[in-house]
């Protein structure tokens, strides 16, 4: 335990504060957030924009691309960047959080090169077919069928709450290959492209208005072999590979950016009056300390997963993430919950980025496997409780 | 910021361990609920651990230590349920302001005096141990001096205290010493600020209370009160009681699963039952978080910081020892379970060294400047 802070990590900080003082008043206005293929030009120019400069796949391994920085280094991108209000990672979510690390931890050295390097330059949009209509929580149950045909799969089946599906080029997918082995053995992870015959994607609008998610139909398509990650009927690893992702460190920049909030809702308060009310007051207080601890837990788990690395390991997170993961997506709605105090009646009013915000938080504690999911996960996981029904 | 504990913390933290085990275990713990006060000799045992001089020069006999270690020990202490003015003995030693603290010879307990600090007018003030206390450290707030009293100078009356391990006794503002330069080396208060505190209101100056304080017994200053600024010592007695009830919060996680595994219901443990997996649960998450909150503060002593580590510890022992409770069913409601000892306690220390409406305020008041690192 202590205050480790190296010249190094701090001439990175201030080189990367220097950059984005320069870049961000340059960046073109945001566009309409139900803009969908507005959205992700926006979001892979600002992609394009880090990979010129360095700063894309900055803590992926060289081998994969990016730029081998220490996850401290990433920490403090993540911190300047969020603190500067500069924009994050928007429709490049899944290609740079879940796939990106998966290909990057799992894949072939082929597949890496194949790719990793447009995600990383903002030219590939990627999504995540996992969930079905009949697996959500019990996503082991998964239905999705391929078939070996020579050196192709042939996929059939269905695809639900599948992010930036309408706009996205490639697919990480889910799909059962053994109906006879037990539902954990017979999966397999499959980068399927978006454009190949037989896909058909459905958008779903969501409580907030947004075609943000969709549904994907899978008729007969084909699939080479190629591009397979890990073994035949491994997919279920695999899988668990980008879910601690997900629930370990993908969510350590939005931490910032909600303590960054905070800030300008006490602005907020402080100009309409509101401030005054010690009730209000002191739930922003608490909420401060609530961030403060989130942004501390995800370092900790982020030095936990390096010196792992350094003693050969992965660099996974490990199900500590779930512990984070239960906090965060509570803290995250109490949030947009105390920002509807701050605004008053301008919570109903739309036309504020607070009140549809407040809308999307709501999918936090449901996305990425239910908070039901995750106290499962900890009782059993780390308290070692027996095994329920 | 790097998290692991380094081979000589984990040494530190395990000897903490191993002593409360063999000199503090569950029969001294019952004994001592029955007759609560101060064992000496354990006081004294505590002091060659260095419990209370880890922080002290290592010329003086401390271990030169930081505030990380401190917490570790600290939470030690409140996993054991370890009764005594740890935190005031543990200030006063590493300070050098009482004579014998750093080395358990003597018992420190502290008055925590500062505006805001929680208590309305008329509440008085509350303080630890006070019969079996040898000095009282009189705490204010930002630089004012930090005075220390003889035990029988401030009029003090006995309270039914909640916590059977903790007796305390009341104080009336308006009896302890005003807030006085030391030997000038306070920024000091108004006379503004010490009225609307009661420090004044009863019109007596500093050095009439002195006179009272003499008649009561002697004042004991130690050599370093002048140097030694109450602002600090009120951060650190917050971040180490915080540290205590981690200790706590992480020993009922403990308690329950325990308890959840063993017992069985229905033909089978309650631990299998998802209503009481996810009471557990949420313990832990409590616990993880509060301790993320509280390492850092201890690495960063940061003010705002410290105040989100109180505040989140203070949220997970209390809320910890009472799903314990619910976990136990009719059983926690006994007073042969320790669970209400840890619920007790952590009430008291809630109330202790930034209450939440302090931490809260504060926070809110910081909003304004950039996130720690």
């Known amino acids: 335990m202590e205050l480790a802070r190296t010249a190094e990590e701090e001439e990175f900080r201030a080189r990367l504060r220097g950059w984005l003082a320069g870049v961000l008043p340059t960046l073109p206005p945001r566009p309409d957030p139900l803009d969908w293929p507005a959205r992700r030009a926006w979001d892979m120019d600002w992609q394009r924009r880090l990979y010129d400069a360095g700063y894309a796949g900055l803590h992926w391994p060289v081998d994969a691309g990016g730029q081998g920085a220490t996850p401290t280094q990433h920490l403090i991108f993540l911190e300047e960047t969020e603190t500067a209000g500069a924009p994050y990672v928007g429709a490049g979510f899944v290609g740079l959080l879940h796939a990106g690390p998966t290909i990057a931890a799992e894949g072939s050295a082929e597949q890496r090169a194949r790719w990793l390097p447009p995600i990383l330059r903002g030219e590939h949009v990627w999504c995540q077919g996992f969930s079905e209509p009949d697996a959500g929580s019990d996503l082991a149950s998964l239905r999705t069928r391929a078939v070996r045909d020579g050196d192709t799969y042939v996929v059939t089946g269905s695809k639900i709450w599948t992010s930036h599906a309408e706009v996205a080029d490639w697919c990480e997918l889910l799909v059962r290959t053994d109906p006879e082995a037990p539902r954990h053995r017979g999966i397999t992870w499959l980068a399927l492209p978006m454009d190949a015959p037989g896909v058909t994607v459905r958008p779903l609008r969501t409580l907030a208005g947004s075609r943000e998610f969709a549904e994907v139909f899978l008729d007969e398509v084909r699939v080479p072999v190629a591009n397979r990650v890990g073994e035949e009927n491994d997919g279920w690893r695999v899988t668990m590979v980008t879910l601690s992702f997900e629930r370990g460190t993908a969510f350590a920049g939005e931490v910032v950016a909600c303590h960054r909030t905070l800030r300008l809702l006490a602005r907020r308060a402080q100009e309409n009056g509101r401030w005054g009310d010690p009730v209000l007051r002191r739930r922003l207080g608490r909420l401060s300390a609530e961030f403060t601890a989130l942004w501390r837990l995800t370092q900790w788990n982020v030095s936990e997963a390096t010196h792992a690395l350094r003693r050969g390991g992965t660099g996974v997170p490990g199900v500590g993430g779930s512990v984070f993961k239960l906090r965060y997506s509570h803290a995250r709605q109490e949030l947009y919950e105390a920002a509807a105090q701050v605004l008053g009646p301008g919570a109903l009013d739309l036309a504020e980025e607070w009140a549809r915000e407040r809308l999307s938080s709501l999918s936090y504690t449901v996305a990425a496997g239910t908070s039901e999911i995750q106290h499962t996960l900890v009782a059993e996981r780390l308290l070692g409780l027996p095994k329920g029904r | ?373």
């Open chain 2, 1 to 373: 910021m790097d998290f692991r504990l380094t081979d000589d913390q984990l040494a530190l933290r395990r000897g903490m361990r191993e002593l409360l085990a063999a000199r503090f275990g569950r029969e001294a713990l019952r004994e001592a609920v029955e007759a609560p006060g101060i064992d000496r000799v354990l006081w004294r045992a505590l002091g060659e651990a260095g419990l209370f001089s880890l922080r002290a020069d290592e010329e003086e006999g401390g271990a030169g230590a930081g505030l990380p270690e401190a917490v570790l020990l600290f939470e030690e202490a409140g996993r054991a349920l370890l009764p005594g003015p740890l935190v005031a003995s543990h200030l006063a030693g590493g300070t050098g302001l009482v004579p014998g603290a750093a080395d358990g010879t003597a018992v420190v307990t502290a008055v925590d005096a500062a505006p805001g600090a929680g208590a309305v007018a008329g509440d008085g003030v509350l303080v630890e141990h006070l019969p079996s206390a040898d000095a009282v450290l009189v705490v204010r707030d930002g630089g004012e001096p930090v005075d220390v009293v003889a035990p029988g100078a401030p009029a003090a009356v006995p309270v039914r205290s909640l916590d059977p391990l903790s007796p305390l006794h009341r104080v009336a503002e308006g009896t302890l010493p005003a807030s006085t330069p030391a030997g000038g080396a306070a920024c000091g208060r108004s006379a503004d600020g010490g009225s609307a505190d009661g420090g004044l209101a009863d019109g007596r100056s500093a050095n009439e209370w002195s006179g009272n304080g003499a008649a009561r017994g002697t004042s004991v200053r130690g050599r370093a009160s002048g140097g030694v600024s109450a602002g600090v010592l009120r951060r650190e007695a917050a971040l180490l009681t915080a540290a205590q009830q981690l200790g706590s919060a992480a020993r009922t996680v403990e308690m329950a699963v325990a308890h959840a595994r063993e017992r069985e219901q229905f033909g089978r443990p309650i631990g299998s039952f998802q209503a009481v997996q996810h009471l557990c649960a949420r313990m832990l998450v409590r616990t993880e978080t509060a301790r993320s909150a509280v390492y850092a503060a201890a690495v960063t002593a940061d003010e705002t910081e410290t105040c989100a580590a109180k505040l989140l510890a203070d949220e997970a022992a209390t809320a910890n020892a009472r799903d314990c409770l619910q976990v136990h069913g009719g059983m926690g409601f006994t007073w042969e379970a320790d669970v209400h000892l840890h619920l007790k306690r952590a009430w008291l220390r809630a109330a202790q060294w930034r209450t939440d409406v302090e931490a809260e305020e504060r926070l809110a008041a910081a909003l304004r400047c950039p996130i720690p690192r």
